[in-house]
C-alpha cells in the first residue's frame, strides 16, 4: 500500500513486558513522528526523526521509551517494563518535506492496552 | 501552560450553523499552523494550513493573528459530515522547527 502502515494494529501485554511497535512510513517520507493518544485526548508528541538528523527525543515521557529508525525507513518504538499509564494509541506519522513542515500523513495507529 | 490550548467542547449545532474554534499557543517563535481533523477512531487528516493572511477553503476559513498568538477556524453552513475532532497543530519555533505541537481538539457535534 502506498501510506503509512502501522503494527501490530492491537497489542495486549502484561504490566512490566516490553513491547514492540513498527511504523512503515511512505516511500521517499524523510520526516517520521511518533505520538500517543489517550483515550479522549489530543495527541502527545513523542519523538521526531528527520533525515540523517538526530532525532528529536523531548517528548519521551522516561526512559522506558526508546526509538530508532534504520536507513532512514522504518521506524520501531520500544516500550520497556510496560506500566498500565503506558496504554493508548500510537500513531506514527510521516512528511516529504524537510522540516516537517507539511502534511503529515498517520498510519492506523497501535493501541497498546497494559493489563 | 500547555504549548497549544483550544477550546473545550463539545460544540453541539444545527445543520446550517456557522461555528468557529479558537486555538492560542505559547511559542512565539512558532513558524507553521494547521488544522487536522479527526474522525472517531480514525487517524488525524491535513484540513488546511493556516497563513498569515489568512485563507479559505469553500466553507473553512482559518485566521492567524501572531501578536495574540491565537488561530481560528470557522465553518460556514454546517453539515453533518463536519462532525469530527478539530486539532490545532503549531509547527517550529527557534530551534525545533519541525516538531509539530497538537492541541488537544475540539468536537463538534453537527444534529439535523
Known amino acids: 500500500g502506498a501510506g503509512v502502515s502501522q503494527s501490530p494494529s492491537n497489542k495486549v501485554t502484561e504490566k512490566g513486558k516490553d513491547v514492540e511497535l513498527r511504523c512503515d512510513p511512505i516511500?521517499?517520507?524523510?520526516?517520521l513522528y511518533w505520538y500517543r493518544q489517550s483515550l479522549g485526548q489530543g495527541l502527545e508528541f513523542l519523538i521526531y526523526?528527520?533525515?540523517?538528523?538526530?532525532?528529536?527525543k523531548s517528548g519521551l515521557p522516561s526512559d522506558r521509551f526508546s526509538a530508532e529508525r534504520t536507513g532512514g525507513s522504518v521506524s520501531t518504538l520500544t516500550i520497556q517494563r510496560t506500566q498500565q499509564e503506558d496504554s493508548a494509541v500510537y500513531l506514527c506519522?510521516?512528511?516529504?518535506?524537510?522540516?516537517?513542515?507539511?502534511?503529515?500523513?498517520f498510519g492506523e495507529g497501535s493501541r497498546l492496552t497494559v493489563l | 501552560r500547555k504549548e497549544v490550548e483550544q477550546d473545550p467542547g463539545p460544540f453541539n449545532v444545527p445543520e446550517g450553523a456557522t461555528v468557529a474554534f479558537n486555538c492560542t499557543y505559547s511559542?512565539?517563535?512558532?513558524?507553521?499552523f494547521f488544522w487536522y481533523r479527526q474522525d472517531c477512531r480514525k487517524e488525524p487528516k491535513l484540513l488546511m494550513s493556516?497563513?498569515?493572511s489568512g485563507n479559505e477553503d469553500g466553507r473553512f476559513t482559518a485566521q492567524l493573528n501572531r501578536a495574540s498568538q491565537y488561530i481560528s477556524l470557522l465553518i460556514r453552513d454546517s453539515k453533518l459530515s463536519d462532525s469530527a475532532t478539530y486539532l490545532c497543530?503549531?509547527?517550529?519555533?527557534?530551534?525545533?522547527?519541525?516538531?509539530?505541537?497538537f492541541g488537544q481538539g475540539t468536537t463538534l457535534q453537527v444534529k439535523p
Open positions: 526523526f528527520q533525515g540523517n538528523s538526530a532525532p528529536d
Open positions: 506519522a510521516s512528511s516529504r518535506l524537510a522540516g516537517g513542515v507539511g502534511e503529515l500523513f
Open positions: 516511500s521517499g517520507h524523510t520526516a
Open positions: 493556516v497563513y498569515s
Open positions: 497543530v503549531v509547527a517550529g519555533g527557534s530551534s525545533n522547527t519541525g516538531k509539530l505541537i
Open positions: 511559542n512565539s517563535a512558532s513558524q507553521s
